[in-house]
């Protein structure tokens, strides 16, 4: 349980950190009046659409980092056989960050007003998150062609089960990201409003690429050799 | 009025029903007096907790009720008060908090002398393995498990052949000798619980789990099953005898080996593949 | 990030919507049915919930009536109870309490009271609701599956719950489960969303963290950690439910069944138990925090008295919280984990115990100097103390390690955990009715009813929960159909399980006087008016009771003051309204 644990005393150390910026150690009985009763800091200016999706994304860290505790778990245990890594996913990953790079392009763009650009840098976050996802369902054909089954090693379940799970987020997302496309095109959307979905969108992205070059650290193997050199070095 | 003098009647309900009723723990007849003794203590820490605090709220609620005209006092906190009520608390829950870790230690750490006896659940009968002459149990594994050899001993180890397999049969041990169960499941878990000895721990397939004890009283104790595993859990239920050592060993002649068990169908197996 | 919204703009809170025809909806589907109004959203989740939970009390006494007196039931056969338990077990922790506090109450008393209009996602927060019911739905329907639903135990714990020698293991039972839990997971996490950044983003003017209702604060803690806490038992249920249908091995080791070696292998149950505990423990913690918030809100109104130390209540709800996550195993000290754990989970759990005890205290001592009105919500605000107070000390035995050894999996554990999380919050859920429904109505509670209702309920709770300690301390393990007469017991216990069961069911009964008050008070009860209890907070300083959709007529309200200044020295009355500016003169407003 040690991923879900670090993951936690983060998401909980940062909790900490904000709740003392909003005044709980003070005396809230001594402060009536209206000098007081109207603080600059009551509520943060920060648009609600992006702290419900910081909310979001914690939640599904806590996800994947579960997925990874229960990953580490069951390595443990000596029927453990990782699968071959399909060498797609070099390419899937390359797609991935180009996506990401892309909705980089798109707030640039969208901060600067550049309509067009922004369209493109959607669209090609668009196609490339897609091109990843049947290039995520090209490794499963991959796997399963070379006698990988499912259920033949917990290693392989995790394998399907991971890039699945991540699979289906980068799904929701695409349909976010549809609706922020057809925005772009809208020209009666304010500038306002466009920049601030497609900000949403780029900071899923990167936050699902980040969980994905996780899971991928994860299947590839590495992170076990990491874990076993840690124990080694301990004792 | 009525709610205070309730409030005081659960109180003193509770108490009286502690101190008269006749439900209480079965006499031990283990080592782990110090488990009962823990639980004396918490008993009577958290006892005198209950009580202080729910006649303070009884004397409260009758001193402090509406009256015509009455007005709350307004003392929003007083870190004083606080700390200390902080403070008392930490060291009453430190009082139960370092016997049990003591005790604890102990639980977990088996004496070099223990004789090891195995114990092997399956839905839902009780079957142990005790180790033969060489004083070793073979290795198992739940794979090697047949109608013929329902343990799953490793017929390859030298070891098991002497092991003293009882299949739902009734467990008999030596008084005042350590004992290490060692726990196994062939299906799903179990619990190996003796109300008797205060010990427990669960069976879980795939893994052998332990704990240790010493058997201070001879008598016949019920084994039952204390975790969910299936339709017949309730009726999974057992015997331990615990004996005097010329008992035990008078018993344990009438117990056969894995290799006596598994000799005879050998021979039926040979008998058959000839033609 | 620069934001480039200019300073001026930003005084305006975020959460208020300038067009306010949106509150006006259009039809009566979009007003009652699909309704984005947090408040029918809270109706239409409590009255899931306690549809769902009359199964659950039904189911209790079934069981009940098994225990009390074995072998006359001939339709309980122990399949048949081992599904009640488990159905009963799994619809109270998720499907009632989760439910009710969170959809509920959350849904109802957030948005008031901290000013807002409704939740910051409306339509999200409608999705909600209906996933929800879809998952009661589903839940309901292993009912009527082949094989039955479920008799794993509310635990679920493989390789039992998959398997034939469990009912409904290897029908659709399980199967059904999952997938209810899972969808229930997906729509909590959509309503929680909502809770959590209301709390953050939608409080009006003035309305500081530090000046929110406790009610705010319990609601909100355990929503985030709803939210951090769910994805384990969503793990934990999709990779069984892949053992299950797919065959892979996560938790399933190489086993035989009835004879029969499995294509399993390798698996670890105990994975299952870390995962499942890792929600399992903070769960307890979601039940109570809710519950912790609204009774200290109803003790301080009905004392007429602020509640004592406030700041350190805020921060032991935070502490309690960010804790329930490394206490997780102290369900597993039996369980065959390595025995070293021990040491580390029974002395965080015992931490625990100190702040909750400083909850405790302070609640007494807002009582201490008071001007206590024994209406039927402090009534059962006081139960809630005593039944509280009496399971969390017993959790004291089960959290220090060696003293769970001989307690853990026996009739103890049910008793501690009935009377901490079961007994307890439903005090306080009763309380929250009582003190709310004049202004979700209009109308108060027929009282006679309610003392009624609370008596019965509160000595009869006390009267099941209590005794049932002993039977446990006696030996009798838990998830015992029957255990008729052994030479082990001091006594025999069935006069005992008897008299339980004869409690059980009064207190069973009992509750249909509250459901006919409920009804009937809608039509015949006291006209309440706005404020009925003279309580400082924002919900019952609406316009107009009940609060319409939106909440606050033209102008959200401003708030001057924390929630707790009542008998505030010199003041003209006993409260004074977080909206009122006294002793400053009400600026004269520009019209
Ligand atoms: C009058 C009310 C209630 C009665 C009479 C009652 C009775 C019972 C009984 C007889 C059992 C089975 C004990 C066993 O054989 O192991 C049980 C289990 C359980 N109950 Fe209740 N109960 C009540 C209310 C509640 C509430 C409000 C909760 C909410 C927390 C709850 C949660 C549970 C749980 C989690 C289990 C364990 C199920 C399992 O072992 O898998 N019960 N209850
Ligand atoms: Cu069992
Ligand atoms: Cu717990």
Sequence with gaps: MSVILVFLAVVIGFSFWWLFHQKVMEKPWLEHGVHTALPETDVSGMPTAKVALAVFLAVVGSLFALFASAYFMRMDYSDWQAPPLPRILWVNTAILILASVALSCAVRAAREQRRK?????????????????????????????????????????????????????ILGGLVALGRTTVKAWDDNVAAEQLRLGVELCAAYWHFLLLVWLGVFVLLAGWAGDLLALCRQILT | MAVALILVLVVLGSILFHILSPWWWTPIASNWGYIDDTLIITFWITGAVFSAVILFMAYCVYRFRHKEGAKAAYQPESKRLEWWLTIVTAVGVAAMLAPGLYVWSQFVTVPDDATEVEVVGQQWQWNYRLPGEDGKLGKSDNRLVTFENPLGIDPEDPAGQDDIVIEAGDLHLPIDKPVKMLLRSIDVLHDFYVPEFRAKMDMVPGM????????????????????????????????VAVETEEDYLAWLEGQSTFAELSAPQKLGAAEEAEP | MVDATPRAERDIPPAEVPELELYHP??????????????????????TAVAIGLVALVLSWLMRLQLGFPGTFDFITPEAYYQFITMHGMIMVIYLLTALFLGGFGNYLIPLMVGARDMVFPYVNMLSFWIYLLAVLVLAASFFAPGGPTG??????PPQAILGGTPGGQDWGIILMLVSLILFIIGFTMGGLNYAVTVIQGRTRGMTLMRMPLTVWGIFTATVMALLAFPALFVACVMMLFDRVLGTSFFMPALVEMGEQLSYGGGSPILFQHLFWFFGHPEVYIVALPAFGIVSDLISTHARK???????????IVIIGALSFIVWAHHMYVSGMHPWFGFFFATTT???????????????????????HLTVPMLFALAFIVTFVNGGLTGLFLGNVVVDVPLSDTMFVVAHFHMVMGVAPIMVIFGAIYHWYPKITGRMLEDWMGQFHFWVTFVGSYAIFFPMHYVGLVGVPRRYPEIGEAAFMTAPVDNLNAFISVAALI??????VFLFNLVWSLRFGKEAGPNPWRATSLEWQTPTTPPPHGNWGDERPVVYRWAYDYSVPGAPEDF??????????????PA
């Excluded at chain 1, 897609?130 to 070379?146: E, M, S």
């Excluded at chain 2, 052998?208 to 017949?232: D, I, N, S």
């Excluded at chain 3, 794993?152 to 714990?157: D, E, M, R």
């Design chain 3, 507 to 512: 207190v069973g009964f009992a509750q249909m």
């Design chain 1, 117 to 169: 650009m922004t369209r493109l840098a959607l669209v090609t976050a668009g196609l490339a998150t897609v091109v990843f996802l049947a290039g995520q369902v090209t490794a499963w054909r991959d796997l399963a062609a070379g006698g990988h089954y499912l259920d033949m090693n917990p290693a392989n379940g995790f394998f399907y089960l991971m890039t699945g799970v991540h699979g289906l987020h």
């Design chain 3, 26 to 47: 259009k039809s009566w589907w979009t007003t009652y049915v699909f309704s984005q109004d947090a408040k029918v959203i809270a109706i239409q989740y409590s009255g």
């Design chain 3, 576 to 589: 004074i309204p977080q909206n009122d500016p006294w002793p400053e003169k009400v600026a004269a407003r």
């Design chain 3, 306 to 316: 602020n509640i004592f130390g406030y700041r350190m209540m805020v921060w032991a």
């Design chain 3, 152 to 157: 794993a135990g509310w635990t679920l714990y």
């Design chain 2, 208 to 239: 052998v789990t332990y704990f240790w004890f010493t058997p201070t009283r001879t008598g016949t104790f019920e084994v039952l099953c204390a975790e969910l595993c299936g339709t017949g859990h309730g009726y999974m239920r057992g015997i």
């Design chain 3, 350 to 372: 015992l931490i625990i115990a100190v702040p909750t005890a400083i909850k405790v205290y302070n609640w007494v001592l807002t009582l201490w100097r008071g001007d206590i």
